[in-house]
């Protein structure tokens, strides 16, 4: 697949928005690709201060968020990066920029600004993973800062592939292939096998038999989805395990000291996602390091 040309990274000012737009330099820089940093002011139905006229506050929120804007776009002093603002809750605004314009990668923090300033990241990335078809690659604010790597491979040391072998593996599969070629990563593609909730002792002995062919049958899938080309680049590992999907998946993130996840998300429609509360919400939640989510139709 082509490398990003266009990346996307929302921001609200805050720290946490900061740690996204590190890292969205990163790769910008490393793929040679365009970032846009994108803020949206939304006009509040009511203001919190009573002595404020709306149209003042309003004003005052545009002003506020241009100064900032322009701060942010001259600290980062980089040819690739421009700047704009928009209108609207955040999370619309948001989607509609992410489909224009070649926009390949959106990149947005997982925590934001409360208050005066409205919580804008936070709920608002989970609301902006219901509505993109395009990758979005979330960042906790507890991730290690991203270092300068020009592709050689120090921003994405390891990473996790999550195969659930649903249809959309190999879209987000070749999204991980993707990151390690240029990082020159140690990819770690790790399936996980639900257990039965309850098992009778009769069943308990064919079970485990069944468990053992499973995992080889798991392994070989996994294998598949890793071609030679890239072995040769990367090295590789296969984990194949029995238990709760997002357990499993933060588990040996954890043990390979992953700098990224790479899952998948399934649903319907645009604002239909079955998996809201499910494996990929629950990782972007927890997880350490980033997480790219791709949806099926990317």
């Not at 209108?87 to 224009?100: M, V, Y």
């Not at 991730?143 to 994405?156: C, D, L, M, T, Y």
Request: with cysteine; proline share 7%; net charge positive.
């Amino acid at each position: 697949m082509k490398p990003f040309q266009h990346i996307l990274c929302p921001t609200d000012f805050s720290p946490s928005s900061r740690h996204a737009q590190d890292l969205a330099l990163t790769l910008a820089n490393d793929f040679q690709a365009r970032l846009t940093l994108f803020h949206s002011v939304d006009s509040p139905v009511y203001s919190s201060w009573p002595t404020v006229p709306q149209p003042e506050f309003a004003a005052e929120r545009q002003r506020w968020a241009k100064k900032e804007m322009a701060a942010l776009e001259a600290s980062l002093a980089s040819p690739r990066v421009g700047a704009k603002l928009g209108e609207g809750p955040p999370h619309q605004a948001i989607a509609r920029e992410a489909a224009r314009d070649g926009v390949d990668l959106v990149v947005m923090g997982t925590h934001g600004l409360s208050g005066f300033e409205k919580l804008f990241l936070g709920s608002t990335t989970e609301k902006v993973l219901h509505l993109v078809e395009t990758p979005l690659l979330t960042v906790n604010p507890s991730s290690r800062k991203p270092e300068p790597s020009a592709g050689k491979g120090k921003a994405f040391r390891n990473i996790v592939l999550a195969a659930d072998f649903g249809p959309g593996t190999v879209a987000t599969a070749e999204y991980a292939l993707l990151m390690g070629r240029q990082y020159r990563s140690r990819i770690t593609a790790v399936h996980a096998h639900p257990r039965p909730l309850e098992m009778s002792h009769e069943l308990a002995a064919s079970w485990f038999q069944a468990v053992e062919l499973d995992r080889a049958a798991a392994t070989l899938k996994l294998r598949k989805l890793i071609p030679p080309s890239v072995r040769e680049v990367c090295e590789t590992d296969f984990v194949a395990r029995e238990g709760e999907p997002f357990e499993i998946i933060r588990q040996v993130a954890q043990e390979v000291e992953a700098d990224l996840v790479v899952m998948g998300a399934h649903g319907t429609g645009k604002s239909g996602l079955a998996w809201l509360g499910s494996t990929a919400h629950k990782m972007i939640r927890a997880a350490q390091c980033p997480v790219l989510v791709v949806r099926r139709s990317a």
